[in-house]
């Protein structure tokens, strides 16, 4: 919850201020994968409330690291270099997105237990590293 209210503190006093972000120039081809990937990420987000709502907490992990975790690392790797999203970005904004992985399996290994409480105290830490990283950098 208190990054929640830290997320929407930072973004509702940037909504009129000039963007400060850093511009993170992408290949081309890197960018729309790394795009496609943040539209999948924000489905899968929405899936894992959805599940957690619903007290379906072990299916919210399932989903969480299938699909954000550890376990979703590395699917890039078929493609091209300059499709690749992951070496062309600053060490800082890949380090967030290792972050975002991590929190996702941490969450998603409490969830799997049933632990209903544990997953909810664990859930903030899933969008955190999203957070950072949006309010950090731009592709545009």
Known sequence: MKALVIAIFLLSTAAGAEDTRQSVTLPAPA???LRQEMLDNLVAVS???SLMAAGKVREAGDVAESKLGRSAM???RDKP???RPGPHMPPAMHGIGMDGHQAAS???AAAKTGDRDKAM???PNLTSACVACHFSYRTR
């Open 81 to 83: 270099f300059e499709a």
């Open 47 to 49: 899936e894992i409330l």
């Open 31 to 33: 960018q729309e994968v």
């Open 74 to 76: 590395g699917k890039h």
């Open 106 to 108: 941490e969450f998603a």
């Open 121 to 123: 105290a664990l859930l």
